[in-house]
């Protein structure tokens, strides 16, 4: 069964770090992009970050560039999303999503995962 399965969400202070990962099972994601959602209550779903399959770059949205890190572990099928200095505004439920595309261009993801709540709160 082909599935992404995200997890390290969690309750955080501000400030603080969480690492997001995105497993997958039932495919490779080698020649895939990954990137990072997230969708807060009540707005529309941003895109976070993508790595690349072919070259590893990497892409992150300007509210998180500098926080945030993507990385993959091709060998463990894994990506993953360290998120550091945290700020309220971060919260949101965190999806990733997989799919034959560059991250710096309009594409659409094969696969999705169900999404791991992020709380960022004092």
């Known amino acids: 069964q082909v599935q992404l399965v995200e997890s390290g969400g969690g309750l955080v202070q501000p400030g603080g770090s969480l690492r997001l990962s995105c497993a997958a099972s039932?495919?490779?994601?080698?020649?895939?992009?990954i990137g990072w959602f997230r969708q807060a209550p009540g707005k529309e779903r941003e895109g976070v970050s993508c790595?690349?399959?072919?070259?590893?770059?990497?892409y992150y949205a300007d509210s998180v560039k500098g926080r945030f890190t993507i990385s993959r572990d091709n060998a463990k099928n894994t990506v993953y999303l360290q998120m550091n200095s945290l700020k309220p505004e971060d919260t949101a439920v965190y999806y990733c999503?997989?799919?034959?595309?560059?991250?710096?261009?309009?594409?659409?993801?094969?696969?999705w995962g169900q999404g791991t709540q992020v709380t960022v709160s004092s």
């Open positions: 790595i690349n399959s072919s070259d590893g770059s990497t």
């Open positions: 039932g495919f490779t994601l080698d020649y895939y992009a």
């Open positions: 999503a997989a799919g034959i595309l560059d991250c710096s261009a309009p594409g659409d993801y094969d696969y």
